[in-house]
């Protein structure tokens, strides 16, 4: 009997269970919705900073107004115009399941973010100063390395130890929040006159005029992501309504991704419907060097910016603090009531000259040292209705819009949305929805339906059209692609879920072949996914999954399949809880890769990609000694049945298995 025939009975026999009794984990699925599509390396820890911050500060879903709903992101501007319209017709909410009762609610959403409101009707809290409420403090120390030895310590390229160490100290209260981050990746030196990476800040909100105010270094997201969004982004998941931007404008930034914030200050002054809010920041970035004055020991011209963060290699460290990025500039919105308007227009001074690469596909790319850009975004919502959309342009020509509307009826909610973002649109900062990561050169029509055809079964889908009029990455020509999601869930007890994934995306590629005149052909991948949640008890929890993937381009094919099973299991006498996953896969190669959200230590997050054949354990350990002090410890290990080595360059391992260790310890008072 095959491997994928056992795994399959296997999984069958883990259902018949489930149908019985089960409960899924909505947090976990929140993230996977989110993370696992994402595959580039982006910042996720604000998401879940942002609901450990409610789970220490409740919202007050009787007081917030419909900006401090939005803002929080846990509500869409649907559901925060249906809590503010509810509670002017019927008066304060008691808990959290008169949430059914107000539209727009699934049972899904009010398990999700119970816990992160009170229902208090007494106000008088809300009411502080400064440092005159209780304060939380947090201490993290972190520690992770790969066991097996890489190419680049064997050979001396590396300029550091395999450790990544990392410590984060955060205070934070009602409306002031201050913090500290040290970090040093893998390979880098632990210490060369200052930390290799570290980050500060200090905010307070609320007082008088002053809505907020940031010193340091922080996170600045406007508008629909045009010309100005810092941090993460959702791409296209399963949440397949929620491409509308909801996020708080400016925040501390307490993560770790070197290129994803600001350095300076920013404050939002609240005159009445007004908010002005002006921003600074100025700091050393890495970039490829082009061109290099020696006598000046500066950089004179760069080819593009560096986005890693890895200052390990001669050349890594060569590219390091290159340039030098100093952005000045404000938004001015005006809101009353749903409807809001705001411009927003910055300048981004460059120390050294712009300059991308002689590619033909770079013609219409920015070249200089300054770039000015402008936005206008707008918000409205009405009963069943809300309209979203951001028209941006910077001073060389280029443009960029994206224009959505929701709609949301009693059992149905659907998203349409147009972009079109010009092939000479550049800014430093964009990051809006789109099918690549860069804002310009495509235009797309989306379409994203949410439904309930009972108590029990639920149904997402979108589909996405899109073109790109100027040549890109591995496509010699103007090119167009398409991409479907559909996915059933169903309730197979009054707490367990299972849900069918089906996904398919056609895109226009270069013909591979060594041929005079290149031609694009179609690019075909396809996706099925099986995935069930089990509680057998308040202390054993199961999770299963089976994914199956397609590829294929010209007379070229692959197929692949990934299976794994979770347990979790929490000790009754003893503070302990371990979570244990066990991983087959079976790919032919890169184009049937499988990607895969799993569970990691509290702030950092893993979405291994699977390709070729082998097995993965994983076993995670969370030790709570007390209220104040956590231990997180990690251990993981990737074995392979199709090759001798893993990875490749300065990171290849010699061995057909990598071995990954990661420790945390928190301390709370």
């Given at each position: ?34 993370i ?7 910042d ?5 900073e ?13 007081k ?13 501007s ?26 727009g ?32 403090h ?19 390229m ?7 160490y ?85 925040r501390g ?10 350095r300076?200050g ?19 970035v ?6 290099y ?25 060569w ?36 300059e ?6 770079n013609l ?40 959505g ?30 099918e690549?990561s ?46 479907y ?42 996706s ?38 979770d ?6 006498k ?9 991983v087959?896969?079976?790919t032919?190669?890169?184009g ?23 097995l ?19 251990l993981?290990?990737t ?31």
């Amino acid at each position: 009997m095959s491997l994928r025939i056992k795994a399959l009975i296997f999984i069958t026999l883990i259902v018949g269970v489930e149908l019985l009794r089960g409960q899924t984990s909505d947090e976990q699925q929140l993230f996977e919705n989110v993370i696992e599509q994402n595959e580039s390396s982006a910042d996720f820890n604000t998401l879940l900073e942002d609901i450990e911050y409610y789970r220490l500060h409740p919202i007050p879903i009787n007081k917030a107004d419909y900006s401090m709903l939005v803002e929080s992101g846990l509500f869409n501007s649907y559901q925060a115009f249906q809590i503010v319209a509810y509670r002017e017709k019927f008066g304060f909410l008691r808990s959290p399941y008169e949430l059914a009762y107000i539209n727009g609610f699934s049972e899904e959403d009010i398990i999700r973010i119970a816990d992160l409101l009170t229902f208090s009707t007494d106000f008088s809290e809300l009411y502080y100063k400064p440092f005159k409420q209780k304060t939380s403090h947090e201490l993290f120390l972190r520690y992770g390395s790969v066991l097996e030895e890489k190419r680049g310590f064997k050979e001396g390229m590396y300029s550091g130890d395999a450790g990544n160490y990392y410590l984060r100290y955060k205070l934070t209260s009602r409306n002031v929040s201050a913090g500290i981050t040290l970090d040093k990746d893998p390979g880098e030196s632990f210490w060369d006159s200052r930390p290799d990476f570290y980050s500060a800040h200090i905010s307070v909100k609320d007082i008088s005029i002053l809505k907020s105010i940031v010193v340091g270094d922080y996170t600045l997201k406007v508008g629909q992501g045009l010309a100005l969004w810092t941090g993460f982004r959702n791409s296209k998941s399963s949440l397949t309504t929620s491409i509308d931007r909801q996020a708080e404008l400016s925040r501390g930034y307490t993560s770790v991704n070197e290129n994803q914030f600001f350095r300076g200050g920013v404050t939002s002054i609240e005159l009445k419907n007004l908010t002005v809010t002006p921003f600074y920041s100025s700091q050393q970035v890495d970039a490829n060097i082009t061109n290099y004055d020696s006598l000046g020991n500066k950089a004179l011209g760069v080819s593009s910016l560096q986005e890693s963060g890895l200052h390990r290699t001669e050349g890594e460290l060569w590219d390091k603090d290159a340039l030098r990025q100093s952005v000045f500039g404000a938004d001015i919105s005006y809101q009353k009531r749903y409807f809001k308007i705001g411009l927003t227009g910055f300048r981004t001074i460059l120390s050294s000259h712009f300059e991308p690469t002689s590619d033909f596909r770079n013609l219409h790319n920015f070249r200089g040292s300054q770039l000015d850009n402008f936005s206008l975004h707008f918000k409205h919502i009405h009963r069943f209705y809300n309209v979203f959309g951001e028209y941006a342009i910077n001073h060389l020509g280029g443009y960029a819009l994206i224009q959505g509307v929701n709609f949301s009826l009693e059992n149905i909610r659907l998203t349409f949305s147009y972009r079109k973002y010009s092939k000479d649109y550049f800014s430093f900062f964009s990051n809006a929805f789109s099918e690549q990561s860069d804002v310009n050169n495509e235009t797309g029509f989306y379409i994203g339906l949410e439904g309930n055809v009972n108590s029990k079964i639920s149904y997402v889908a979108y589909t996405d059209f899109y073109t790109h009029p100027w040549l890109k990455f591995n496509a010699s020509f103007p090119s167009s692609g398409t991409d479907y999601l559909f996915q059933l869930n169903y309730k197979t007890s009054k707490t367990g879920q299972f849900y069918l994934r089906l996904r398919h995306e056609i895109k226009q590629v270069n013909h591979e072949k060594d041929l005079e005149l290149p031609f694009l052909i179609d690019q075909k991948r396809s996706s099925v996914r099986l995935n069930w949640a089990i509680d057998l008890s308040p202390n054993v929890s199961l999770q299963s999954r089976y994914e199956q993937s397609l590829f294929s381009i010209d007379d070229q094919s692959e197929q692949g399949y990934l299976l794994f099973q979770d347990i979790k299991y929490k000790l009754n006498k003893t503070p302990a809880t371990f979570i244990l996953r066990t991983v087959i896969f079976d790919t032919d190669g890169f184009g049937s890769r499988i990607y895969a959200y799993e569970n990691d230590i509290l702030y950092y997050f893993s979405v291994p990609s699977f390709q070729g054949s082998g097995l993965r354990y994983v076993l995670n350990v969370h030790y709570e000694v007390s209220s104040q002090i956590d231990f997180w410890v990690k251990l993981s290990q990737t074995r392979y049945a199709d090759r001798n080595s893993v990875g490749t360059g300065w990171e290849e391992i010699d061995k057909n298995h990598r071995t990954e260790i990661r420790a945390q310890m928190r301390l709370k008072f």
